[in-house]
């Protein structure tokens, strides 16, 4: 069967996949191995990636087991976060919008799949839904009007953060209070942004158990994806299958009255227009099940 649109790419069992609205293709194979079946190692070789895939076929009808879904873009070398970066965010927060974004890392080894089953390890885990982008093109002091050519995809993510520890002490430890095992669920897969109607404007939100936490579109971002590039590569080089998690809207946990934070048994279910779904339940330490 001949595809009519641009594939999601996707990491199924750690395998590089193709993946469209009938149908789905292991990437090393069809290309008869003249791309890895890494999915970093795919996102590293984007821009000759993508003129292939523009040409691929589907090879096995229906969707892949959504179970066996891993995170797209599973070892980057770079993770950036960014804090504050939605104005009701930022108000219920208690910070004021002067100055420049607030960047700090999650540290890689939190990565973990749409579907994945995460351990509580604080008694403060609150959620952060988040617009995630993946680099496609290596580069610095990109230009704003040229950001979007060295972006592959997007993705939805969750900023998953352990409140206790992320603002222990007198100075916040942001990234570490946000990198436990399992903290940056990702997925289901990279959707490229000429699959989108307006890549600026994505209905983005969350619920725990049933109930909205947080509702927003992403055209509310105080920093656009463009000027995060360019802001962010003005200092460091951007590699291709970097992330970039671009901030959360309003309606976290720990800004509620009264708070309300993650308890294993809960399920948190994160979406973004256009790009999917991600469905992450919670257990206590010691029995989760797989990442
Ligand atoms: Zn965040």
Redesign the pocket.
């Known amino acids: 069967m001949v595809a009519s649109e641009f594939p999601r790419l996707a990491n199924l069992s750690g395998r590089a996949t193709l993946v469209w609205a009938d149908g789905y293709s292991d990437v090393e194979r069809l290309s008869s191995g003249r791309f890895s079946s890494d999915p970093q190692q795919v996102l590293a070789e984007w821009e000759r990636f993508k003129v292939w895939a523009w040409e691929a076929e589907a090879e096995l009808p229906g969707r892949p087991d959504y179970e066996l879904l891993g995170p797209p873009a599973p070892c980057p070398r770079q993770v950036f976060?960014?804090?504050l970066n939605y104005k009701d965010h930022l108000a219920e927060a208690g910070y004021d919008t002067s100055g420049l974004p607030q960047v700090f890392t999650k540290f890689a080894s939190c990565l973990t799949g749409p579907l994945a089953t995460v351990e509580v390890p604080s008694p403060r885990l609150d959620w952060?839904v988040?617009l995630v982008v993946v680099m496609g093109r290596s580069g610095r002091n990109i230009r704003e009007k040229e950001a979007w050519l060295y972006v592959a995809g997007l993705m939805v993510g969750q900023?998953l953060?352990a409140r206790d520890v992320q603002l222990y002490g007198s100075a916040p430890q942001w990234s570490l209070g946000?990198s436990f095992a399992g903290f940056g669920p990702t997925g289901p897969w990279i959707t490229i942004a000429d699959e989108l109607d307006n890549c600026d404007d994505l209905e983005i939100g969350c619920a725990l158990n049933g109930e909205v936490m947080q509702s927003d579109r992403t055209s509310s971002m105080i920093w656009s994806v463009s000027e995060l590039v360019a802001r962010i590569s003005s200092v460091c080089e951007l590699n291709s299958g970097d992330l970039i998690?671009t901030?959360?809207p309003a309606g976290v946990g720990n800004r509620r009255i009264p708070p309300l934070y993650i308890s294993p048994g809960d399920r948190l279910v994160s979406t973004i227009e256009g790009l999917g779904t991600l469905v992450n339940e919670f257990a206590l330490p010691g029995t989760r099940l797989e990442t």
Do not use: P, R, V
Request: aromatic share 10%.
């Open positions: 976060a960014i804090g952060e988040e900023d953060s946000k998690f901030g959360t």
